[in-house]
T-cell receptor, first 113, second 111 residues
Framework: DGGITQSPKYLFRKEGQNVTLSCEQN?????MYWYRQDPGQGLRLIYY???????QKGDIAEGYSVSREKKESFPLTVTSAQKNPTAFYLC????????????FGPGTRLTVL | GENVEQHPSTLSVQEGDSAVIKCTYS??????FPWYKQELGKRPQLIID?????GEKKDQRIAVTLNKTAKHFSLHITETQPEDSAVYFC??????????FGTGTRLKVLA
């Protein structure tokens, strides 16, 4: 299960606070992704990055922000503008050479108190 | 927008029976279709995938079929075992880097 890691595993946030979720990969993948998973729903794309210093919004980007300063790292910030942030957040990475398997991290469960 | 529909949402089978999960996609340009298995509280893991130039692919007890004309693809699990119990997600590629995921099927294999 190595290759892509996320921290922390559990995160609690008070309303009005920004929090940052970490995602690191050592698979030498160019592309990285953030998904949100809610009970009974599929994985919804928040942001993705094809290459360092570049990223695009996914389907549910409002209230989230990302950065991609290093190939290995793609942190996600959940801002206070995200009205319902309690969810399971999954980071993934994939090869840039055509559409291929995405490898997932173990996830971070965020709970707003 | 483009979407992927997945059915059924829950599926219970007796151990040793077969299970079939079906997905329909809307983007005619989709050319890669992975299936992921997610056990409770864990990360999704790829179990099988198929590309648009192939109609069927098999890996031991797992097979996937693709009908590009009808925009359907299906996961078949034979001789089910209790350890097959999990949530299964289908996905269809969108462009070069993105997937659209189905909403998942919770499979329960009853011993």
């Amino acid at each position: 299960d190595g290759g892509i890691t996320q921290s922390p595993k559990y995160l609690f946030r008070k309303e009005g606070q920004n929090v940052t979720l970490s995602c690191e990969q050592n698979l030498n993948h160019d592309a990285m992704y953030w998904y949100r998973q809610d009970p009974g729903q599929g994985l919804r794309l928040i942001y993705y990055s094809q290459i360092v210093n570049d990223f695009q919004k996914g389907d549910i980007a409002e209230g989230y922000s990302v950065s991609r300063e290093k190939k290995e790292s793609f942190p996600l910030t959940v801002t206070s503008a995200q009205k319902n942030p309690t969810a399971f957040y999954l980071c993934a990475s994939g090869s840039r050479s055509g559409i291929n398997e995405q490898f997932f991290g173990p996830g971070t469960r965020l709970t707003v108190l | 927008g483009e979407n992927v529909e997945q059915h059924p949402s829950t599926l219970s089978v007796q151990e040793g029976d077969s299970a079939v999960i079906k997905c329909t996609y809307s983007d005619s340009a989709s050319n890669y279709f992975p299936w992921y298995k997610q056990e409770l509280g864990k990360r999704p893991q790829l179990i099988i995938d198929i590309r648009s130039n192939v109609g069927e692919k098999k890996d031991q007890r797992i097979a996937v079929t693709l009908n590009k004309t009808a925009k359907h693809f299906s996961l078949h699990i034979t001789e089910t075992q209790p350890e097959d119990s999990a949530v299964y997600f289908c996905a269809a590629s969108q462009g070069t880097y993105k997937y659209i995921f189905g909403t998942g099927t919770r499979l329960k294999v009853l011993a």
